[in-house]
């Protein structure tokens, strides 16, 4: 991992993966693929499925390898013995080509537990990351902000939030273009001695961090854009995300009901922050911390979804995100 860009930039689709699988897959990024020149695309999956999607959408002049594959990993199924016993399974293949440079790339919306395993197995850590943490935006009243860990890791150490915090702080200044993050700790108050303690003495860590730290930002103030880059662990954090991710379909069915009252302007105003809660924009989350980019979807995503999350990952790669964090970690004090 030197920095530089990749000359060609393939990104690898778990074509299988989702609730939708091939269908909502495919079209999403085959759109992506015709939005962004320069982007090659290997769709791992069922290949006669596959290659009638294809010849349906007219992508033939696209450039598309189609990568077969039989088997596949079911969202039951352990995360660690599937990416060990199903070789052949899409994210298994994908992920195993990204690390022998095959794709710059992995995106999925299958099982999010396969997907973590198959990184962590196959990419490995960068070095100083204990656990990789699962990032993603989240809109505020100015823009976004990125949430870190959403899910990865139950239990964090105050060790591993100080490692999220100087991942997160790269991420956003490459990719959210914000020259100086502001970090926060989400916490259930103000006060440096709040909370658990864990909060506690990740507060302490933070503020000595070479970060901008702005303390801690409790939940109320989260959609308000108190800070760039909010860690967590990844279960408060998942709590935190479905619970915006609910609002906004709570916000969907209000504003069908205020615009059924006769609502004009302020019907548009709503149309408009529905927009930007609405997650298909973003696409998905990154896995940051391993030697590779993996981004997981949610699994109800449809085509849009899919397209923003490979156009997401196209970018990534031509940053070499993996390597960029890499150098700042080794930067560290």
Known sequence: MDGKAPRKVVVAVDAMGGDFGPAAVVPGAVAAARAEP???????????ALNVLLDDLGARDLPVEVVACRDRIEMGESPAAAVKGRPDAPIVRATRDHREGRVQAVVSAGSTGAQVAA??????????VDRP????????????????DVGANVQCTPEHLLV?????????RRLLDVAAPRV????????PTKGTELCVQAHALLREAPLNFVGNVEGRHLLDGAADVVVT??????????LVEGFGGFLQTAARQFLAGGATDAGEGLRGLLHRLDY???????LLGVRGSSIICHGASPARAIQSAVL??????RLDLPGLLQQRLAARP
């Open 119 to 128: 990184s962590l197995m196959i990419l490995g850590r960068l070095e100083g």
């Open 280 to 286: 298909t924009s973003t696409g998905g989350a990154l």
């Open 233 to 242: 662990d990844g279960f408060t954090g998942n709590i935190a995300l479905k």
């Open 164 to 172: 999220f915090a100087l991942l997160g702080d790269e991420y956003a």
């Open 312 to 317: 997401a990952a196209g970018r990534m790669a």
């Open 38 to 48: 320069g982007l090659s695309l290997a769709l791992y999956g069922d290949p006669d």
């Open 184 to 191: 926060g700790l989400l916490n259930i108050g103000e006060e």
């Open 133 to 148: 943490a699962i990032a993603t935006g989240i809109p505020t009243l100015n823009g976004r902000f990125l949430l870190l």
